[in-house]
């Protein structure tokens, strides 16, 4: 019993994955610290954990220039304009695409996963794509798109 | 009546369980075929002993008008006075938690992190009051006992509402909280103040495992908890938010890393609670908010063997159609009844799939709103017809019919009613189930003489369509028709929907110069479009200050009006200016913030 649309419960889950994920990048532009830097690095007392210099690049993209993080926060942004949606996105066919919001979510999760804040968001965004993965195998199509049904190129 | 009690219903006959030794016969109804959508079951439980159920009335203050956001919450003085205690004790335990490790001199160590440090704290205790807070709402009861002596201390009646809030500010202060941390233990590796690296405190301690895995459950918990999600699939939410055990051990336990402390290591001692409180300087708050959540298990338990009294809605089990699933109904009718009876109407998948199981399926409902085009079903209903004939159900030889669990009743005292020379009752759609319950028992009670002193009935029933007024015709005719004072009783029926063109010719042409009212079939005409409420209520102020309301009633007197409300929507509130004087007014707001959804 019980009749779950799989794409409206996975709305709530990635509103509030990329939510996350906008605050914690934000946080991350000015604690800069890159998650997996306790791989092969060295702790100083003080000056905390450095990293191994085979990190050097996400060094140079997370904490010299908070890349990953700009990133991060627009990709999340994005997520949150697609999903909302944004009025200008709500007709158009990237709003009724469950895959380009899988694509969209794991991507967040992998830069996510980089920095130190965002790790409770990549996990979550993980888990808005694999409840969206559900709803692709399910057959299930945005509301939209079945309003949108036979009128050609309008739609 | 008893969780757990199996009303098997056979045919028109059955058991109970032979501990109870009641023999109960069960009775199916469909009315108002006329809408595929909007219609409604009617179940009804006949029990040999109805063990007088009291019906039981909710008091809270509030009003189905519609009002602006800063109107609502910051002009009416029991939601402003709400707001100021709770939100003032909110960011008083945030002030004084952050006080508390900032001046702290065994904490001096840790006060090196600045803000960050003070602000996880003061967060940190708000979330323990919190998550104490959070389960209070849902000792049902508990608060069915204490609820007239607290009802003025917190919402008691609208405990979904509060739950609700709760969970709002805990999500707020859990970001507060969180985030803080985060910048907590990035400086913590920074400085080394202890010889620890950030990721470590996040992963391999109790402080931060939990936290984690709290948060992580609050994420399942809020987005399934989302009314969408519940109304389509109220087993994802229910299930789900079963986590709360979880979460509940995640809680106790989040301090147990001793994370607070003077030394440079935990102080772990091997008996409970296994860390010293001389050098682990948390609030240790668990002590206090572990209560709530015993209590909730308590009554989890209770309500699982043990039997009730007095109430006015009841949790009802099918196992056909969903083996776990508790669902609240109003029950509608009455202590003197020979049988417990809830009206059903089908919105969300619980009711969907109910309906459908005992045969009061789209089907059935397509194949009367046929023979009602056709005109057949007038035959022997006299010249009016009449509007949501009971339609008998044959389940099939009666074997089929499924099994039915009830737990409850609950509720709170309805027999209020007769304390008051007037009573209001106003319902909405299908919040006027509580109603036809008080209405019944008016019934009897007016055949039995003994109204106490109750002198005057308004009955209120705001609709959206005509249909809908099949539910209780037959019962509000009954009523109607008993009344020897034509001014015992009044019934004002509004209809709200808008009118076609057809059927506005179709009332002008019956209505004129009929007997009964063309819509409801009652000698009481419908009005049309929404209650002027202010209109109404002075209205009636007016006529009772002048002493014309209550013939024989002196306008020196105290006459004590008692209103209430059952609704259908999640919001309604009081809205002070139509308080009157002399008048105790109650109000119930019956429905999804009541009881935490129909489905």
């Known amino acids: ?155 | 009546m008893n969780r757990g009690l199996d009303v098997e219903a056979v045919g028109c006959h059955g058991r109970l369980k032979p501990r109870l030794s009641l023999a109960s016969t069960c009775h199916l109804s469909l009315i108002s075929p006329s809408t595929a959508s909007g219609y409604v079951f009617f179940l009804s439980l006949y029990l040999s002993s109805p063990s007088a159920y009291n019906i039981t009335l909710k008091v809270i203050e509030r009003s189905i008008m519609g009002e602006s956001w800063f109107h609502r919450e910051f002009l009416v003085p029991r939601r402003l006075a709400f707001n100021v205690i709770w939100y003032g004790i909110q960011l008083f335990l945030f002030a004084y938690g952050w006080w508390s490790q900032a001046t702290n001199q065994k904490l001096a160590a840790l006060n090196g992190l600045k803000f960050s440090v003070w602000c996880s704290r003061g967060a940190g205790l708000v979330l323990a009051f919190d998550g104490g807070m959070i389960l209070v709402p849902m000792l049902r009861n508990i608060i069915r006992v204490v609820r007239p002596k607290l009802a003025w201390l917190f919402p008691a009646d609208e405990n979904i509402w509060f739950h609700r809030q709760v969970a709002y500010s805990m999500a707020f202060w859990a970001m507060v909280h969180t985030t803080a941390h985060y910048v907590n233990f990035i400086n913590v590796e920074r400085t080394q103040v202890r010889q620890e690296i950030a990721l470590q405190i996040h992963y391999t301690q109790a402080g931060g495992i939990t936290g984690h895995f709290m948060l992580l459950i609050m994420l399942l918990m809020y987005t399934t908890a989302h009314h969408k999600i519940r109304n389509q699939c109220f087993e994802a939410f229910w299930y789900t938010h079963h986590l709360a055990f979880f979460f509940m051990i995640g809680l106790y336990t989040h301090a147990t890393g001793c994370f607070v402390r003077d030394s440079v290591d935990p102080d772990y001692i091997p008996t409970f609670p296994f860390y010293s409180t001389e050098h682990c300087l948390g609030y240790e708050s668990w002590r206090f908010t572990i209560w709530p959540g015993l209590l909730y298990f308590g009554e989890r338990m209770y309500r699982e063997y043990r039997k009730y009294t007095a109430g006015q809605w009841l949790f009802i089990q099918v196992p056909d159609v969903s083996r776990f699933q508790w669902h609240p109904f109003t029950i509608t009718s009455a202590p003197e009844d020979p049988y417990v009876s809830v009206h059903i109407r089908q919105v969300g998948d619980f009711t969907h799939a109910l309906g459908e199981r005992v045969g009061a399926g789209p089907a059935v409902v397509a194949a009367m709103t046929k023979a009602a085009m056709n005109g057949s079903e007038k035959e022997d209903n006299g010249i009016y017809g009449t509007r949501g004939d009971f339609v008998e159900l044959d389940a099939g030889g009666g074997a089929s019919l499924p099994t039915v669990r009830i737990d409850g009743p609950f509720g709170a005292p309805a027999e209020d009613v007769f304390n008051c020379e007037v009573a209001v009752l106003i319902g909405a759609g299908i919040g006027v189930t509580p109603f036809a319950s008080i209405l019944k028992h008016i019934w009897y009670r007016q055949q039995k003489g003994s109204l106490g002193c109750l002198r005057r009935v308004e009955f209120f029933w705001v609709c959206r369509d005509a249909p809908s007024f099949g539910w209780f015709q037959s019962l509000l005719q009954e009523v109607e028709a008993a009344q020897a004072d034509p001014n015992f009783l009044r019934i004002n029926v509004y209809l709200t929907q808008k009118i076609s063109e057809d059927m506005l010719w179709n009332i002008a042409v019956n209505d004129a110069g009929a007997e009964y009212d063309p819509l409801t079939l009652l000698r009481s005409r419908t009005m049309f479009g929404r209650p002027d409420w202010k209109g109404i209520y002075k209205t009636m102020r007016q006529a009772i200050e002048s002493g014309q309301y209550l013939p024989g009633s002196n306008a020196q007197l105290k006459t004590k009006v008692g209103v209430n409300i059952g609704h259908l929507d999640m919001f309604c509130t009081w809205n002070a200016n139509h308080r009157f004087t002399d008048l105790f007014l109650w109000t119930w707001c019956l429905g999804q913030s009541h009881k935490g959804g129909y489905s």
């Not at chain 1, 830097?37 to 904490?63: E, H, K, M, W, Y």
């Open chain 1, 1 to 155: 019993m019980g009749n779950l649309v799989w794409h409206e419960y996975s709305r709530y889950v990635s509103l509030t994955a990329s939510v996350y994920t906008v605050w914690a990048s934000f946080w991350g532009l000015f604690y800069r610290k890159f998650f997996w830097d306790f791989i092969g690095g060295t702790l100083r007392n003080p000056g905390g954990l450095q990293p191994s210099p085979n990190a050097a690049i996400f060094i140079t993209l997370i904490v010299k220039v908070p890349v990953i993080q700009i990133f991060t926060m627009m990709t999340a942004f994005f997520m949150i304009a697609l999903e909302f949606p944004m009025p200008q996105l709500k007709q158009t066919m990237i709003h009724r695409s469950i895959v380009l919001r899988i694509v969209m979510l794991v991507l967040m999760a992998f830069m996510a996963i980089l920095f130190y804040q965002g790790t409770n968001g990549a996990l979550w965004s993980l888990i808005a794509a694999g409840c969206y993965a559900r709803a692709q195998v399910l057959g299930e199509t945005m509301e939209d798109a079945k309003n949108n049904k036979g009128k050609g190129g309008r739609a």
